[in-house]
């Protein structure tokens, strides 16, 4: 059984930066897609960005170049570099792995003061 393990959560005042990890507890063989959703509260879970092992992303339309995923392929490691948070940048933020299954991480609370 596969854990996506995140980190990196907190709260920081608007116009900061976070960064956000995620580790699987074990080697996922094969092509996989790693990336981050959000959910804030009372909203559905929306894509926040993906990247495959070839290292092609691909962003939600509210992130407008604030945020940057990148990934160590052979270790599972994936981390989202969050710049210029907004006070609608507050969500839980889950790691996920869509390869011959998906697999979710248990979610790291991100909160943004204005």
């Known amino acids: 059984q596969v854990e996506l393990v995140e980190s990196g959560g907190g709260s920081v005042q608007a116009g900061g930066s976070l960064k956000l990890s995620c580790v699987a507890s074990?080697?996922?063989?094969?092509?996989?897609?790693m990336g981050w959703y959000r959910q804030a509260p009372g909203k559905q879970r929306e894509l926040v960005a993906t990247?495959?092992?070839?290292?092609?992303?691909h962003y939600g339309d509210f992130v407008k170049g604030r945020f940057t995923i990148s990934r160590d392929g052979p270790k599972n490691l994936a981390w989202l570099q969050m710049n210029s948070l907004e006070s609608e940048d507050t969500a839980v933020y889950y790691c996920v792995c869509i390869a011959e299954k998906t697999y979710w991480g248990q979610g790291t609370q991100v909160t943004v003061s204005s």
């Open positions: 074990t080697a996922i063989v094969g092509p996989n897609i």
């Open positions: 990247i495959n092992k070839g290292g092609s992303t």
